[in-house]
């Protein structure tokens, strides 16, 4: 149960960023620099609450998977 959410949390968020910021954020930009240097300062600027959210998430279901191994584990 936990596995599947903490996969679909981080693949919404991805699908978020590749929406919204186009190439603009990836390592060879979209082709044109000043549209990326402005998607870049939105990013760092915008997604602050969304990726603590992310991280917070991913951190309960990484709690819950660990509880999980060590119940199955007894």
């Given at each position: 149960?936990?596995?599947?959410?903490?996969?679909?949390?981080?693949?919404?968020t991805?699908?978020?960023?590749?929406?919204?910021?186009?190439?603009?954020l990836?390592?060879?930009?979209?082709?044109?620099?000043?549209?990326?240097?402005?998607?870049?300062?939105?990013?760092?600027?915008?997604?602050?609450?969304?990726?603590?959210?992310?991280?917070?998430?991913?951190?309960?279901?990484?709690?819950?998977?660990?509880?999980?191994?060590?119940l199955?584990?007894e």
């Amino acid at each position: 149960d936990a596995l599947p959410i903490c996969a679909s949390l981080i693949q919404d968020t991805l699908d978020h960023f590749q929406t919204r910021y186009e190439n603009s954020l990836s390592v060879g930009g979209s082709g044109t620099r000043r549209k990326d240097i402005y998607k870049r300062i939105e990013w760092s600027v915008r997604e602050k609450e969304k990726l603590q959210h992310l991280r917070d998430k991913l951190q309960y279901g990484v709690q819950r998977l660990a509880l999980l191994t060590s119940l199955a584990a007894e």
